[in-house]
């Protein structure tokens, strides 16, 4: 890859008259030595999978292993059916990336973006948008290869695991790359682009990852259906020509600052947060005494 | 650079629920299985499948267990077959046993992976799955060794003389295969040793013949988990 900031791939992308996504295709078959129709088909597969696991959270029963969660993206979408929606059109967005997370929480075929905890993201927005502005599949391909350029350069210089880095690393980049893309998509310029991920990361700075259980379920699967609706407010910011006063490099070098600094505890251990409460810790116990149980058996 | 591609930020396709607990998992069972040898005369009869750090404390709710299994049966990580692997296992013909690791591990994910063939042929490998469904085997049957799953790969079992390794990466020549990295260890002097090669080009039975003609070479395994 010939860009390790999004200062760099913005530059590169305009010096050269190409779209982020453009670019990252011609890297990307440069650095596997692949052609490049194969890394495209490779990915507009991955695509597939997505829109798939989206219409199978909305369909069919997504109760997770544990038992805790599932077939809340169906309350949402039922909900949005009915019209009074506080959101209007942008509770799709939500409800889509809630179904694929819960089809990844009950052992679903999804596709990590960056990670599986923060799998909804990307599809969310994607699939809701494409319907709404009638994108087509190709278009779309090349938003995918935008999000893994800019997810490519959060990875290394930051981090996109909750192990390493919290929250904001996982579903923090994930709405970080969906609003750069999304932004791309619209028709925003590199520059747009990449104002949106700094834009979008600054509101997850901080955020601890803390699963109730180490489950990859309450909170991340909300946080997902949240995370979706950020990256619309985000791209949308952007496109009206809002900018990133703090550079988004700098911000991601924060998110690697903050995320350093962050305890052990809230870095997906379920050693704090919303994993130690009251009842995070009765819902530990009872599946630890369930497991007990079905081991005994 | 720690990640090297678009697929390793988008990606892999996956059975959820974690990338790290789950579908790395999976990619250190299908190593093992790999590992062992190709084809129906290789299928494991028994698997000891020994977790460490967090893999111990989380297995069961992450699907841990059934994923390494899946991966044993040479699934990949996407393959609908895994949350159901227990079950495809007993009826395979191949019993598992699962246990907690005590003492030193090499990192918080870290699964040791114990398989055995009808005829008695034994493979035991060590992985850990460091984020977003990447992993790597650091151990082979004893000989440390790193092996990540991004690339095609040959782990090599051959006498440790002088001149093998010559021998083998002059085959690698002949067939125009660039070699991407490579980890060379050994039991004791000029006793049995491995080396492990993660190569940028298809591994073709043209080379797998050459290097198995090779004097020295005592057997050759392939390991490929680039399809997902």
């Given at each position: 890859m010939r860009f390790r900031h999004l200062n760099e791939l913005a530059k590169l992308c305009a010096d050269e008259g190409l779209t982020i996504g453009e670019l990252m295709l011609a890297e990307q078959a440069a650095e596997s030595g692949h052609p490049p129709a194969w890394e495209f088909a490779k990915m507009a597969d991955y695509y597939a999978v997505m829109k798939d696991a989206v219409k199978r959270g909305l369909t069919e029963d997504t109760t997770s292993r544990s038992g805790i969660t599932g077939l809340d993206a169906q309350r949402v979408a039922a909900y949005n059916g009915a019209g009074t929606s506080n959101l209007g059109i942008a509770g799709d967005a939500m409800a889509y990336a809630l179904a694929v997370s819960e089809v990844n929480a009950s052992m679903g075929r999804i596709i990590a973006t960056p990670t599986a905890g923060s799998c909804g993201i990307i599809p969310g927005v994607f699939v809701s948008c494409q319907e709404r502005f009638g994108l087509s599949d190709e278009h779309m391909t090349y938003g995918l290869f935008a999000a893994g350029a800019i997810g490519y350069v959060i990875a290394n210089n930051s981090f996109v695991s909750g192990a390493e880095g919290g929250c904001q690393a996982e579903v923090g980049s994930a709405i970080g790359m969906a609003a750069g893309a999304l932004a791309e998509l619209r028709g925003g310029s590199p520059a747009q682009a990449v104002h949106a991920v700094g834009l979008a990361l600054k509101n997850t700075l901080g955020l601890i990852c803390d699963p109730v259980g180490g489950l990859v379920e309450v909170p991340c699967i909300v946080r997902n259906g949240f995370g979706a609706v950020t990256a619309l407010a985000a791209a949308d910011m952007a496109l009206a020509g809002v900018r990133s006063v703090i550079p988004s490099d700098e911000v991601i070098q924060v998110m690697l600052e903050v995320g350093s600094a962050m305890p052990d505890k809230h870095r997906e251990t379920a050693g704090g947060g919303l994993a130690q409460t009251p009842t995070g810790k009765a819902i530990l116990e009872d599946l630890r005494s369930k497991r007990a149980k079905r081991g005994k058996e | 650079m720690r990640f090297k591609d678009v697929f390793s930020i988008i990606g892999p396709a996956m059975v959820g629920p974690s990338s790290s607990h789950t579908a790395g998992a999976a990619r250190i069972g299908r190593a093992a299985r790999q590992l062992l040898g190709d084809g129906e005369a290789a299928n494991p009869v028994e698997a000891l499948i020994t977790f460490y750090g967090s893999f111990a404390a989380t297995y069961a709710g992450h699907g841990t267990d059934v994923a390494i299994v899946g991966g044993i049966l040479d699934f990949a990580t996407d393959d609908p077959r895994i949350p159901d692997a227990l079950n495809l296992a007993e009826q395979a013909g191949m019993s598992v046993t699962f246990r907690e690791g005590k003492g030193l591990y090499p990192h918080p994910n870290t699964a040791r992976v114990r398989l055995k063939t009808s005829s008695g042929q034994t493979l035991e490998a060590v992985g850990i799955s460091i984020g977003g469904g990447n992993i790597e085997i650091v151990e082979i049957n004893g000989f440390r060794a790193k092996m990540t799953g991004v690339y095609k790969a040959l782990a090599i079992f051959h006498a440790d003389t002088p001149g093998v390794i010559a021998e083998i990466t002059g085959r690698l020549r002949e067939e125009h295969s660039n070699i991407g990295y490579m980890s060379v260890d050994r039991k004791s002097r000029s006793g049995d040793a491995l080396t492990v090669i993660e190569l940028d080009t298809d591994i073709t039975e043209e080379l797998l013949t050459k290097l198995a003609a090779c004097?020295?070479?005592?057997s050759v395994r392939v390991v490929d988990l680039t399809d997902s």
């Open positions: - | 004097p020295s070479v005592q």
